[in-house]
């Protein structure tokens, strides 16, 4: 197995669905739900991108699309002997260190009172109900104040926070 299959698709060929994974996933880039393509295109190229092509994922057996009936994307699960227990459908994951305060540290889950430390950087096999509850893990965050916020800014207290993931991971295979 080599990587995930690309192809570079013109930006004027791309269909609505690869314009918003681009602009959205690969650059970062906030697209609305009901953006146009002429708009997804105008965001691409004041973003700076320099190419008149896009990557896109080809279609692969190697790789099938995984969804469920609703269309949404899900990862790929096998049966697991967890902790030497009985087997269960778990998926493959892996935490990434952070550069904060216990970025470097194991992460624990816990559910309906059983508590599991998942190492950062390795691959592990997590039950899907622990997955479930670190997609579900999430903070806020603030935007700090600097010293080029005003007086009246600081009296009109917390800003509006954002709302991230408390520990990010991805899905390995």
Same mark, same amino acid.
């Given at each position: 197995m080599t990587g995930l299959p690309v192809e570079h698709v013109a930006i004027s060929k791309a269909n609505l669905k690869q314009l918003q994974d681009f602009a959205g996933v690969m650059m970062g880039l906030d697209v609305a739900e009901d953006a146009k393509k002429a708009d997804i295109i105008a965001l691409i190229e004041a973003a700076g991108w320099p190419k008149d092509t896009i990557p896109t994922l080809q279609k692969s057996a190697e790789f099938p699309a995984i969804s469920d009936s609703d269309g949404i994307p899900r990862p790929r699960t096998f049966m697991h002997k967890f902790n030497g227990g009985a087997e269960r459908q778990c998926v493959a994951i892996v935490i990434p260190e952070e550069d904060k305060v216990g970025g470097s540290e194991p992460v624990p889950? &816990?559910?309906?009172?059983?508590?599991?430390?998942?190492?950062?950087?390795?691959?592990?096999?997590?039950?899907?109900?622990? $997955?479930?509850?670190?997609?579900?893990?999430?903070?806020?965050?603030?935007?700090?104040?600097?010293?080029?916020?005003?007086?009246?800014?600081?009296?009109?207290?917390?800003?509006?926070?954002? $709302?991230?993931?408390?520990?990010?991971? &991805?899905?390995?295979?």
């Open positions: 889950v &816990s559910c309906n009172g059983v508590q599991i430390w998942i190492p950062r950087n390795e691959r592990h096999a997590i039950p899907l109900e622990y $997955v479930e509850i670190l997609e579900n893990a999430e903070m806020f965050v603030y935007p700090p104040i600097t010293a080029e916020t005003t007086m009246q800014q600081m009296e009109m207290g917390l800003r509006e926070p954002r $709302v991230v993931k408390q520990y990010p991971f &991805s899905y390995a295979a």
